[in-house]
């Protein structure tokens, strides 16, 4: 049998946390997670964020971040276990053997080196080649990934070029000194879906072109079933499912697995449209302070009850269309149409009522919330300002609010901190709900969630929408959540609306060029879509 | 390299930009020092002769001393007086500020360049000290040294200098009596020993402290990981990655505590008799001499807008977003 | 060899091999450093330099100590929430608590404590200390000690209202140009960065050159200079927290400019302002006592520390120590003060969450 280029043996790892005011706790990260890699294979490791994912991925260059150490088990590279080498013995591996490629390349660069120097430098360092085969090395590298004008790219300073361009440069530093192994640690997760599918089929290339092994981490099952070829599923440091890729994406055995596979794809039915509208953008411009526009001839409606998603990558304007409703940017041109009748431009200008039925969800619940107030103080403060409740009464109308979120009581005396993520968030639900409002700006409010917590939050407001009528606005730029939950869709593009409709119409054909890219650029839970999705690219490239 | 179209690139615009903000600066505080002060309530005059003199001493002294003129007509004379260097006469013996300033002015530069020459190299290797012993005991000793150092007065240090002094040399022996000569030569160096090592002391903990926070800040960042994933040696690392970071936050310490340094200057030069600018400064405050007090006042705000802008301009160039723009 | 050098150093080695032999590191460290640093201190000055560095030993040790249970005490005595936060405290930190604490009652009671009056002339010109004068007399034959213990009251009374006059102004005038915004904060910034721009004693001593001298002059002096700093960090402290999207969810809500500073900003800023407090205390006893002694802050005959100082210069290559306990006196609070504040901000610190 030939020996696996990396085993992994009953990997635990630990870490200590230091409570404030209290003595300080161990906790496991990781508890006894095993696999193996063949030399030119590539395993994708998922999970949600604290599955251990990114400390297992770092524990096969033998670091741990921060305050983590490796308490038991094995990391055989080549059969030898690198655990038990010395500090001198490690350098030797990292950066010839294995390499590391992060999620953040604007952080991981040095600001005052160039590029191309620091892509080559472990090479160098190392002695696997001469500085002049390096930088020759570098230049076909950053060749086969895609990189613009290979010769002089490396003659560039990281802040000169994108962010895309930047994670496909650290690719090339990883493949560089040709290693064995390289831990591809959420390299596209930062990215807009459609510089993503770029970034993942350079990588995929390269790892094709060099046949390197790779350990790739990342969230999104979509994403690691194109480019992997076994799939290790984890949650809380334990291994929940392992085996080939196809077996995992069509035959899952866990619930965990089929639960994450599934997400999403039960699409809610499309409310007819409708001529009446609660609220209207009439050929908005805005403009921070006096600077360039940033929103040009901005025009949307939404149906009274119904959901209207604005989809858009960052930067197209969709979460400064919702400061102009807001009222926190007064548009330059344009109005606001509420309820039949125009919004007076400024926030300061608008009445209580007025505020009152048009509410805002953010996509970080934790900052959302006033970290010194209790949950019974953030939710009652709406009641209490609107509507002058107070005292035994707002008691019962917030614990009536905690069971609509499906909290309950005990919640309400406890402070954000001591809340989980989704928690956080159907607080701020409920705080936003406590106003009785008619419009419901959702800004990316699961976006920064784990997959399954968000599922819930979305069920939660679909719930919600049932019940009391209330509408959505909601700001997204995941193509998966808008079918599950809008009527009728904006999409954005460099601020501007460049498709709009109900939903059945905007996601089908014939499509605009943005639109096409766009939902071209989202993985989808199947194998092969890559290339597909590449091959139709080039199709209608060469159409052109 | 970096030449924009409009034939200046973006650094020499900011830099050009930043100086004039300086200058900018300093005119508005000799404003400030000038008018401002003749806005506060109470007498120029009457504070200069004493509470006790009669209302025509008062308004003799007024006419002579030229006070019956409006505040904004004296501020523009001052002004271009200072303009062609000339800082105008002291009220309390006639003689012209000029000579006295120019000279005291050179000789508070001597003490605190033989400070400086000290202080900054000790302070920023005991701030990188600091940081390779971080969160182990030398760094804590480190620490709550450096805190005590920052809570001691000035005279304090000064004074416990010359008690231990006198303790070596036997009693009665003060520290060396300094002359007004110009001071600039090494053979002075011994002369300054006890003043320069006073201003070492109150300024080597700020500075310190500063390095040490600057540099953690530098070795806190994802590059310095990824260096040392890719197997660089730690020393390699420090070298080659996290030096050429490090150095212009390090050069803004350095001017900043140079600044502070200065204005230290005042306390220390009273404690030592140092014929300097500060003790100057201080003899014209206390008998009110106020075309003194000004012009002391605008050059020692002057030389601190100076070196902050330095710390600036530091800043700038060691950016290699502003160097090389896209 | 006398045998006071003789176990001196015995206790020493003893003390670094039983470190080393129990592998406590850094222990070892210390104890052989001073090892080493003796033999050279010692050939330099003898027997004294022993002397020294026992003493400072035993008094570094004693503070440890007195910090150490000040501690466990508070621990024991305060209920359950205080408690848990003062097990927290190093011991630098516990010891200047304790101290502050002392000298504060000190000062509030000094007509009681102190043995003598504060312009009562007892004895001869610079006493050494004795039974009577514990720390001797001063340049006119005033007590020592009982003007140290009056000067406590002035220059903690002026430097706490300098302190709390520089905050109230700095605090309200920084959160209002965080909050309201626009070309208020605009005004209030470029104002504060020109007051910025000019060093702190040199704009003291021309103003002061210009007034007439008087205590609440000094007060507003110092404490018009002060809150530029206070302002600055008020500021950034503020604007940190006015981005954040609770602020702007009380904004939505219609909520009032005072709801937003007292409600939503103050209390998640409470603890680096209070640090920043202690900081702006400590900041303000040198500062006064850097005036007094130049002259310009306290007017004799009242006792200030700093004007102590200056009092008693002429003494020192006299050997005469008298301007060197003031002196101390203002060190050691200024450092307790910090050594409290430095906790406090470390602990802001490990609030926010360090690394990663």
Redesign the interface.
């Known amino acids: 049998m030939a020996r696996n280029l990396l085993q992994v043996r009953d990997l635990k790892i630990g870490a200590t946390v230091y409570p404030p005011g209290e003595d300080p706790v161990d906790i496991e990260i990781v508890k006894g997670v095993s696999f193996d890699l063949e030399k030119g294979k590539v395993i994708g490791l998922i999970g949600e964020s604290g599955a251990g994912k990114s400390t297992i991925g770092l524990a096969a260059l033998a670091y741990g971040r921060g305050g983590v150490r490796i308490t038991g088990g094995q990391v055989l590279l080549d059969g030898k276990d690198i655990l038990r080498y010395t500090r001198a013995g490690i350098r030797e591996i990292r950066g010839r053997k294995v390499c590391y490629v992060a999620q953040s390349a604007a952080a991981a660069f040095n600001p005052a080196m160039r590029l191309g120097d620091q892509v080559i430098e472990a090479s160098v360092m190392h002695g696997v080649m001469s500085r002049t085969a390096a930088v020759e090395r570098a230049r076909y590298l950053f060749g086969v990934l895609g990189l613009p004008d290979p010769d002089s790219f490396g003659t560039r300073f990281p802040h000169q070029v994108s962010g895309g361009q930047l994670q496909r440069a650290m690719t090339a530093m990883a493949l560089c000194p040709n290693p064995d192994l390289i831990i591809f640690d959420e390299p596209t997760t930062a990215l807009d879906v459609t510089t993503q599918i770029d970034v993942l089929a350079a990588i995929k290339h390269a790892i094709e072109e060099t046949q390197v092994a790779a350990i790739y981490i990342t969230h999104d099952l979509a994403v690691v079933a194109q480019i992997s070829d076994d799939i290790m599923v984890l949650r809380h440091g334990n291994t929940v499912e392992y085996g080939p890729v196809k077996q995992i994406i069509e035959d899952p055995h866990e619930t965990y697995t089929r639960d994450l596979i599934s997400i999403r794809s039960d699409i809610k039915p499309e409310a007819p449209d409708q001529s009446q509208s609660l609220m209207r953008l009439e050929h908005v411009d805005a403009a921070y302070g006096r600077g360039a526009p940033v929103l040009f001839d901005v025009t949307m409606h939404l149906p009274p009850g119904q959901t209207l998603a604005v989809v858009g990558e960052s930067g197209s304007g969709k979460s400064t269309t919702a400061r102009v409703i807001t009222g926190l940017l007064p548009p330059v041109k344009g109005q606001v149409i509420f309820d039949g009748k125009p919004l007076p431009p400024a926030l300061k200008d608008r009445s209580k009522d007025q505020l009152r039925e048009l509410q805002m969800i953010y996509q970080m619940a934790d900052v959302a919330m006033n970290p010194r107030q209790t949950v019974e103080e953030i939710i009652g403060r709406p009641l209490t300002f609107y509507f002058g409740i107070k005292g035994e009464e707002r008691r019962r109308k917030v614990t009536d609010l905690l069971d609509l979120i499906e909290m309950g009581d005990p919640f309400a005396d406890r402070y954000p901190a001591e809340l989980s993520g989704g928690q956080k968030q159907r607080v701020c639900i409920a705080r936003s709900l406590a106003a009785q409002p008619r419009l419901l700006i959702c800004d990316e409010p699961t976006s920064a969630l784990d997959p399954l917590v968000a599922e819930g939050i979305l069920k939660l407001l679909m719930e919600l929408q049932k019940e009391t009528g209330v509408s959505y606005l909601f700001i997204t730029h995941d193509i998966a959540t808008v079918r599950a939950i809008a009527d009728s869709i904006a999409v954005m593009y460099k601020g501007r609306v460049v498709r709009s409709g109900p939903k059945s119409t905007v996601l089908s054909p014939p499509f605009d060029d943005y639109t096409d890219l766009l939902l071209k650029s989202v993985p989808e839970m199947e194998l092969g879509w890559l290339e597909k999705a590449l091959a139709s690219r080039r199709m209608a490239a060469a159409g052109h | 390299m970096a030449s924009g179209k409009s034939g200046m690139s973006p650094v020499v615009t900011l830099l050009v930009q930043r100086i004039g903000i300086g200058v900018l600066?300093i005119l508005?505080?000799s404003a400030?020092?000038f008018i401002g002060?003749?806005l506060?309530?109470?007498d120029?005059a009457r504070?200069f002769l004493g509470q006790s003199a009669t209302p025509e001493a008062v308004a003799n002294i007024r006419k002579e001393l030229g006070l019956d003129q409006p505040v904004i007509t004296r501020y523009f004379n001052w002004l271009g007086g200072v303009l062609t260097g000339d800082f105008g006469q002291s009220w309390a013996n006639k003689a012209s500020v000029n000579s006295q300033l120019l000279k005291r002015l050179s000789n508070t530069m001597f003490l605190a360049t033989v400070s400086a020459i000290f202080a900054v190299p000790i302070s920023v290797g005991l701030g990188m000290v600091a940081v390779f012993f971080r969160n182990?005991?030398?760094d804590h000793?480190i620490?709550?040294v450096s805190?005590?150092a920052?809570?001691?007065?000035?005279?304090?240090v000064g004074?416990?200098f010359?008690?231990f002094f006198?303790?070596v040399l036997g009693?009665?022996?003060?520290p060396p009596i300094i002359p007004s000569d110009p001071l600039w030569s090494f053979a002075n160096f011994e002369l300054v020993a006890l003043p320069a090592a006073t201003l070492v002391v109150v300024t080597l903990a700020h500075m310190m402290r500063m390095t040490r926070a600057a540099i953690l800040n530098i070795m806190?960042?994802?590059?310095i990981?990824?260096?040392?994933?890719?197997?660089?040696?730690m020393m390699?690392v420090i070298r080659?990655?996290a030096a050429?970071?490090a150095i212009a936050p390090i050069i803004n310490v350095v001017a900043l505590n140079l600044?502070y340094l200065?204005?230290g200057v005042?306390?220390v030069e009273?404690?030592f008799a140092y014929p300097g600018m500060g003790q100057y400064?201080?003899d014209?405050?206390?008998v009110?001499d106020?075309p003194v007090?000004?012009a002391?006042?605008v050059v020692?705000?002057g030389v601190?807008?100076v070196l902050?802008m330095l710390a600036d301009i530091g800043a700038i160039l060691a950016n290699?977003?502003l160097m090389?723009?896209? | 060899m006398s045998l006071f050098v003789f176990g001196y150093f015995a206790l020493l080695i003893a003390g670094s091999s039983l470190a080393a032999h129990f592998g406590r590191r850094e222990v070892f460290g210390v104890l052989f450093t001073v090892t080493l640093a003796s033999l050279l201190f010692g050939l330099l000055w003898g027997q004294a330099a022993f002397w020294a560095i026992s003493t400072l030993f035993i008094l570094l040790a004693a503070a440890g100590g007195l910090g150490y249970c000040f501690r466990e005490y508070m621990v024991m005595i305060l209920p359950e929430k205080a408690s848990r936060f003062m097990k927290t405290a190093p011991l630098t930190a516990s010891f200047g608590m304790l101290f502050i604490i002392v000298v504060l009652i000190l000062a509030i009671f000094a007509d009681a404590v102190a043995p003598f009056g504060e312009r009562q002339i007892v004895g001869d010109v610079w006493q050494p200390a004795d039974e009577r004068f514990l720390l001797g007399t001063d340049n006119l034959g005033r007590d020592m000690l009982s003007r140290l213990i009056y000067g406590a009251q002035t220059t903690i009374a002026v430097a706490l209202a300098a302190g709390v006059l520089s905050f109230a102004v700095g605090m309200f005038l920084s959160f209002t140009a965080a909050v309201v915004g626009g070309w208020v904060d605009q005004v209030l910034s470029r104002v504060n960065d020109l007051m910025l721009a000019i060093p702190t004693l040199i704009f003291a001593l021309v103003v002061l050159a210009a007034l007439p001298q008087n205590i609440f002059i000094l007060i507003a002096v110092m404490a018009l200079i002060d809150q530029t700093r206070v302002f600055r960090l008020g500021r950034a402290v503020a604007i940190d927290i006015v981005v954040q999207d609770f602020v702007e969810a009380a904004r939505l809500r219609g909520e009032g400019w005072a709801w937003i500073i007292f409600r939503e900003i103050l209390p998640n800023v409470l603890t680096p302002l209070i640090a920043e407090f202690g900081l702006r205390f400590a900041f303000a006893i040198l500062f006064l006592s850097s005036l007094s002694f130049l002259g310009l802050g306290i007017q004799p005959p009242e006792a200030d520390w700093g004007g102590m100082v200056k009092d008693n210069k002429d003494g020192i290559i006299f050997l005469v120590p008298a301007a060197l306990y003031p002196g101390a006196a203002i060190a050691l609070l200024a450092v307790c003060v910090n050594m409290v504040v430095d906790w406090l901000l470390n602990r802001t610190a490990s609030l926010k969450g360090g690394r990663g």
């Open positions: 600066v508005a505080i400030l020092l002060v003749e506060l309530p109470g120029f504070n182990k005991l030398p000793v620490n709550v805190l005590a920052i809570s001691m007065p000035e005279f304090f004074y416990l010359i008690f006198a303790l009693l009665g022996d003060g806190d960042s994802a590059y990981e990824t260096a040392e994933l890719k197997g660089v040696p390699t080659k990655h050429p970071n600044a200065v204005v005042v306390v009273v404690i400064f201080v014209a405050v206390t009110r106020m007090v000004q002391c006042g020692f705000a601190y807008v902050n290699p977003r090389h723009p896209k």
